[in-house]
């Protein structure tokens, strides 16, 4: 009996600690990704750990909804890369209606193993895009990074057996097609409304892995949706041109606060943490650096109008550089690489008045006349307890003084302060009664 019950329990051991396999996967979920922004380096990131996690742990499926005006070669690479690799069939479903796979999103649509569009999507427009410092590369170079993204494009289409003269047309001259188009020229494999419908079409859908022929079963698969963490999030909005700028912005007139007004601490380091947030953004963005350089002439101008006397010409300036170095920040013709016009009007007007209005406050600041100290006497007005002469006696602000004056005054007349001496000793002269 005890050998029976020992059997049984080792039998209920080995089957809770087999791990999960292809065929008895029908009750674990297909992780969901919901991508609806550029791809950057965050966004690769994130797609490739999941494509990794969901390849550990032996799922159906990893189904990615896609809907992206393009992004960094790098980026797309990284995510191509992890979808080529992984052992279980990898969804692109670009959706929903009026979404777009353009550009770096054409690419990884192509390198899935199911690709699945929505009707009213678009597909197409990978052209590569040059990303540097505001300056140009030339003919040669162009030329050099052209073919690389058609061979590069054709070698993905030939590997999922798809249209591989779409795929360099897509590359070389940005066509663009449409859901309908792409399932004509083969360059998809479905279109489908929704996710439930891709599923139920993809059902006993064939796909290779190492020169296998398997083939796909949906079961009763339900779908996982993942989302990024609070972190992944935090960075994938940075790579944000808008909040990129207004983050450089921000952290400008922070550091311009610190100079003018020292001590002040806190804006100081909030403008500190901005501009490092801004050059994180920066790292993924084809930045021209003769618009920062705008910006930062547009600083110095600003501070420049505190110390020297310009009847505002500098602040003028200081402005226009902004206005300037604003709209040549970005080097890209890219609309979604660009940054708004109105949000650039907004910045501009507002980080101008700011300015201005500290510039302001500093130069009345400085003209103020002084109140505390030997100077803060000078044009007192107090009594003569003792005659003045060479030497006496006065009372100002509730103390007696030693005083002297180029002429004689007599006890009880009214003085005024008109210079502090060596020794606190002061000079005054007698005021008349009304001018006291």
Known sequence: MQKIVFSMLMCLTLMVSLPASPGNSAQTPIRYLNIASSIN?????????????ANQNVEPAILIQLDTPGGLDTAMREIIQ????????????????????????????????FAVMAPGTNIGAAHPVAIGAGKQPDSVMLEKAENDAA?????????????????????????????EEALTLSVIDLMADNTEHLLTQLDGYK????????????????????????????????SNPNIAYLLLMLGTIGIFFEISQPGVIFP?????IALLLALFAFSSLPINYIGILLIVLAIVLFILEIKVVSYGMLAVGGI???AFGSLMLIDSSEPYLQISRAVIAATVTVSAGFFLLATGMVIRTQRRPVTSGQEGMIGEIG???????????????????????????SAGAKIKIIKVMDGLKLQVKEVELEEA
């Open 82 to 113: 992890a979808e080529l690799n992984s052992v279980i069939p990898v969804i692109v479903y670009v959706a929903p209606q009026g979404a777009r796979a353009a550009s770096a999103g054409a690419l990884i649509t192509l390198a899935a193993d």
């Open 41 to 53: 380096p965050v966004t690769a990131s994130f797609i490739a750990k999941q494509i990794d996690a």
């Open 268 to 272: 100081g380091a909030i403008g500190a």
């Open 151 to 179: 061979a590069y494009a054709r070698s993905i289409a030939q590997k999922r057996g798809r249209n591989q003269n779409w795929a360099e047309q897509a590359v070389r001259e940005s066509v663009s097609i449409s859901a």
């Open 320 to 322: 226009i550089s902004m």
């Open 207 to 238: 796909y290779i892995r190492d020169g296998k022929i398997l083939i796909f079963e949906k079961s009763d698969a339900a779908l996982q949706r993942i989302e990024m963490n609070w972190r992944q999030k935090i960075l994938n909005a940075l």
């Open 383 to 409: 009594t003569v307890i003792d005659p003045v002469n060479d030497n006496g006696v006065v009372f100002v602000h509730g103390e007696y003084w030693q005083a002297c004056s180029d002429q004689p005054i």
